[in-house]
């Protein structure tokens, strides 16, 4: 057995049991550089978790954990969320080395993407977009997508749920948050890449938050979370006025993400991850995960079908790979991402700004 604790601006603690309780080993997730009993009147932003965090144990009785990005700091001794928030859903398990303030940083998410260690983001509006309202609505925790929560199969594939804000969904006044989904086929090794769950009509006015996610499954992810008509919080925070709130269920097939309908990876296969940020002004990030070692060529392609860009990377070793594209000289548009291991190709859509 085991649970998770802290993830805030503090430590981000894992206590394991291998003997039915009686005994508990203590594992540092997230080391942070704030002292509890010693906090500073000062500070620099301090990039942290948000309080909120999950965790699954897999076939193997490894635990695996998702938890949220922050940003804070001090000020004349007082504590202060930055007030742009921030986002990303942060993934580690029991394999991975320990996040510091460093991995988790205060401007970008590439260390987290260099790391393995981003699991889930906010995703754009349709035009691709990030824009959202100045001011977002407090859940007590100013992080663009929290709330995470994890669950795992008999095949130990991770399959993890959200709330993120929702650019392009908003009242004018504040942008609603979306439930968001993400998968990884391969125990946490690869995300395949976030889906908003409430991108129909009839969620077009809801504010959609604490997601619950089933620990058990089968065929199907089960999914409930809290639907009302304003963002915010009436009770504690008292940020908005009393609304009658549901209790939504969804369900959806565990191989919602992908048409191979074979959760364990062979070696003939790959995967190709969505590209981050998306859409992209000077660079982007992806990554390719390949079952056997692979010649691996990429091509890039206009909304025309011209070939615009594409390079040969030679033999790629099994596994994991970083890759990153430069398109500042490039003009704003789709464009088409291709990659090639050996006689297998993926695509994925990449927009530049």
């Not at 998968?183 to 991108?199: A, M, Q």
């Not at 504690?236 to 191979?260: G, P, S």
Request: proline share 4%; net charge negative.
């Amino acid at each position: 057995m085991a649970f998770c604790y802290g993830f805030d601006d503090f430590d981000g603690l894992l206590f394991k049991s291998t003997d039915n309780g009686d005994t508990w080993e203590k594992t540092v997730v997230f080391e942070s550089s704030i002292d509890p009993f010693d906090v500073p009147e000062d500070s620099d932003i301090i990039p942290c978790g948000d309080g909120t965090c999950a965790i699954a144990l897999d076939s193997q009785g490894k635990a695996h954990i998702t938890f949220s990005r922050k940003l804070m700091y001090y000020e004349s001794g007082s504590y202060f969320c930055h007030p742009t928030g921030t986002d990303g859903v942060i993934y580690s398990n029991e394999s991975m080395a320990p996040l510091d303030t460093t991995i988790i940083s205060s401007y970008t998410n590439q260390y987290l993407i260099d790391g393995g260690y981003l699991a889930g983001y906010m995703l754009p509006d349709e035009n691709g977009s990030y824009e959202i309202l100045p001011d977002q609505m407090s859940y007590g925790n100013q992080s663009m997508t929290s709330f995470s929560q994890l669950a795992i199969d008999d095949n130990d594939n991770l399959f993890l749920s959200y709330a993120s804000v929702a650019p392009g969904f908003d009242n004018s006044v504040n942008n609603y948050r979306h439930i968001l989904v993400n998968v990884s086929y391969n125990g946490g090794s690869l995300w395949i890449g976030p889906e908003d769950l409430n991108t129909d009509l009839q969620y077009l006015f809801s504010e959609c938050v604490y997601p619950a996610i089933s620990p058990v499954v089968n065929d199907k992810i089960h999914i409930i979370f809290q639907e009302d008509g304003a963002p915010g919080i009436f009770e504690w925070l008292e940020n908005h006025e009393a609304h009658e709130n549901t209790i939504t269920h969804l369900e959806y097939d565990k191989f919602y993400f992908t048409d191979v309908k074979n959760a364990v990876m062979n070696t003939e296969t790959f995967e190709l991850s969505q590209n981050y940020p998306n859409p992209a002004v000077n660079t982007t990030y992806f990554s390719i995960q390949l079952g056997t070692a692979s010649e691996v060529k990429t091509e890039l392609r206009n909304s025309i079908g011209q070939i615009v860009m594409k390079d040969n990377l030679g033999i790629v070793k099994q596994g994991k790979t970083n890759l990153s594209m430069g398109v500042s000289e490039m003009t704003s548009g789709i464009y088409y991402y291709t990659i090639f291991a050996n006689d297998q190709k993926q695509t994925r859509i990449l927009i530049v700004q």
